[in-house]
């Protein structure tokens, strides 16, 4: 209890913080400023911080001063011209029907001009007349499935460490067989919410792609796939855009500080899920992991995209730099839904990439 009223403080100050920092000048991102901030705070507090309430209070703290810089830096980040969301906004579109029945899937696919080559209620794959394929994969948003889904030991798969319910997902005889009939194309985009956006990538990244090629790939609040030390092993021959929304906690668990994340978990928990607590040695294996591809944080109110530079995907990327207060409602998913990230990327176009007003935070 003490653990769970220690994580909402250093939440709300998280947020405070941001609001702080939004006028100031901006200044760059590092992820090695965490440990120096967090060594700067220890000194404060004491040389003795030995007990798990100081290293996480100590944490939070450095967590907390990272997340200030953060915000002050991605005032300046580019938004994605209009003309670029295009093919997003589609995946969007896609993502969000895969949750839908048969019947509607074939309406959004027929008013996009697609046509429909195979359904199943977990994937699906369309095309255009110009032989363009999109696999669609779909994901959950059942918070309790998520967390069990997300919360499993790597397999080692030519010499990658992956994530393993997203691996054997790929590998399964009927999605193969299903890919060798109607994706045998040079233009072949992979798109997907959640765990779908997962699978997505796995199928990408690992070279299981049986035909065609490869050209994109698109995510919406996947969770990551990989150890973080394993992404030059992988493939890398095409283009992944990886979309988070807001304070979506579903891309950001895995990668995440283990001591947050356990302490975040147990709020979870305490909101209705039925999981039970991880093991140590697995929020450890958890905090390995590392997202890949191009991120757009879709930020504000509103959730307008924002081009996340190389070096501060990192810290976008995890719970501790990005969860305040106001990230924990009574839907702990509320952000996670595929119909933000859809709006978000549509008012984007809508508005011709006109400036937001300032200031904006997520």
């Known amino acids: 209890m003490v653990l769970r009223l220690v994580a909402l403080a250093c939440f709300a100050n998280l947020g405070l913080g941001a609001r702080l920092g939004a006028q100031d000048e901006e200044v760059s991102v590092a992820n090695s400023e965490t440990k120096e901030e967090a060594t700067w705070v220890s000194s404060i507090l004491g040389n003795n911080c030995e007990s798990n309430w100081c290293r996480f209070t100590t944490a939070m703290a450095g967590y907390a001063i990272q997340r200030f810089r953060l915000e002050r830096a991605s005032r300046s980040w580019p938004t994605p011209l209009p003309q670029e969301l295009q093919t997003p906004l589609l995946a969007a579109k896609l993502c969000q029907a895969s949750y839908e029945d048969r019947a509607t899937v074939e309406q959004v696919v027929a008013a ?19 032989g363009q394929v999109f696999v669609v994969f779909r994901g959950t948003a059942d918070l309790h499935d998520v967390l069990v889904d997300i919360l499993v030991r790597p397999t080692m798969y030519n010499g990658v460490q992956w994530h393993t319910g997203f691996l054997r997902q790929v590998q399964r005889h009927d999605l193969q067989a299903a890919l060798r009939q109607h994706a045998n194309s040079p233009r072949v985009t992979l798109i997907g919410h959640s765990l779908g956006g997962a699978n997505a990538y796995a199928l990408a990244a690992s070279g299981l792609m049986p035909v065609g090629h490869i050209e994109e790939v698109i995510t919406f609040g996947a969770p990551a796939v990989i150890y973080a030390e394993s992404s030059h092993l992988v493939r890398r021959d095409f283009k992944h855009t990886a979309f988070a929304h807001r304070a979506d906690p579903v891309p950001r668990m895995l990668g995440s500080d283990s001591t947050i994340l356990g302490a975040i978990l147990s709020v979870y928990r305490d909101q209705g899920s039925a999981m039970d607590s991880p093991s140590s040695s697995i929020l450890d294996a958890v905090s390995l992991y590392g997202q890949e591809g191009d991120a757009v944080w879709l930020k504000g109110e509103n959730g307008r995209p924002v081009s996340v530079p190389s070096r501060s995907m990192p810290p976008v990327m995890h719970l501790q730099t990005v969860m305040g207060v106001t990230s924990l409602p009574r839907n702990p998913l509320a952000d996670h839904l595929m119909a933000g990230y859809r709006n978000g990327i549509e008012l984007e176009i809508q508005s011709g990439g006109s400036p937001a007003p300032p200031p904006y935070w997520r």
């Open 112 to 130: 996009e001009g697609m046509r429909l080559l195979h359904f199943t209620d977990q994937w699906w794959i369309t095309s255009w007349p110009n």
